[in-house]
């Protein structure tokens, strides 16, 4: 595990798009964030996972507020967006994203080429 970590990090030092992608990520699950900053060596590492997410964390509680706003009863006439599964994508930041077949797009599932999961 430490060692696909370890991967994690090389490549967001070494591949701009990649880091790229990663900084846009919905965040790594609490106890793959604790591994990769447990593996990183470095403070630009520290920093990009922390900045990477704090803006994930933050956005996603901008969403489950935006959520809990739309199931008050004088809200509940207005469209549901995409907070609507943002309670769900809370629980998976928190206890681990779910596999990549579930879950296209999230930050450790494999994508086709480019696999960020530091394995679990
Ligand atoms: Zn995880």
Sequence with gaps: MAQ???YLLDELAENAGFRERF???PGLCVAHFQLAWDTSRTSEE???LRDTELDAVRAL???VNEHLRKQRA???NEPSGTEADSWQRALWLTG???APAAS???PESAGEDQPV???S
Excluded: D, K, M, Q
């Design 61 to 63: 509680l901008g969403e």
């Design 74 to 76: 004088e809200h509940r």
């Design 117 to 119: 999961r530091p394995s």
């Design 46 to 48: 520290r920093a990009l």
């Design 23 to 25: 900084r846009a990520s």
């Design 104 to 106: 296209a797009g999230v």
């Design 96 to 98: 681990g994203w779910p």
């Design 4 to 6: 696909n970590a370890r």
